[in-house]
């Protein structure tokens, strides 16, 4: 069962229906108030404007960490594929991994990997860019 279906199952369980609603952090939100307060001219400029308008600009900024996150998982991959001996760690440390899991763990374990290699000393990962 995938996680969509499970929490849906566990919402629909427990009486909620499966609309998202925003989790809110008591630090964040202090925070989201003082920047507010300092910038409220900036805070009166997005009220006026439309919904619409308003969910572009958080789709646009999704969309543009998507494809920061995309462009750099790909060179972590081609990394990875450039390096045989990378590529069978990464392979040693998912080989229990399930399959639909298999693509997120194989770049979680590669960057972890990365960063490993770039705390070894400069004669230990010669070569070592990502």
């Not at 989201?32 to 919904?51: F, G, H, Q, W």
């Not at 308003?54 to 990875?80: F, G, I, P, S």
Request: charged share 40%; net charge positive; no cysteine.
């Amino acid at each position: 069962m995938s996680l969509d279906k499970a929490m849906a199952k566990r919402n629909a369980q427990q009486g909620q229906d499966e609309t998202p609603t925003l989790r809110t952090n008591p630090e964040i939100d202090a925070e989201i108030t003082k920047y507010m307060e300092a910038n409220s001219d900036r805070v009166e400029r997005l009220r006026k404007l439309p919904k619409e308008e308003l969910v572009r600009k958080v789709a646009y900024e999704e969309m543009k960490r998507t494809k920061y996150r995309t462009a750099e998982d790909q060179r972590v991959r081609e990394w990875v594929e450039a390096n045989p001996d990378i590529k069978e760690k990464v392979e040693h440390r998912i080989r229990n991994v399930s399959e639909e899991r298999r693509e997120a763990a194989f770049i979680s374990a590669a960057k972890r990997i990365a960063a490993e290699e770039a705390m070894r000393s400069p004669k230990q990962s010669a070569g070592v860019k990502v």
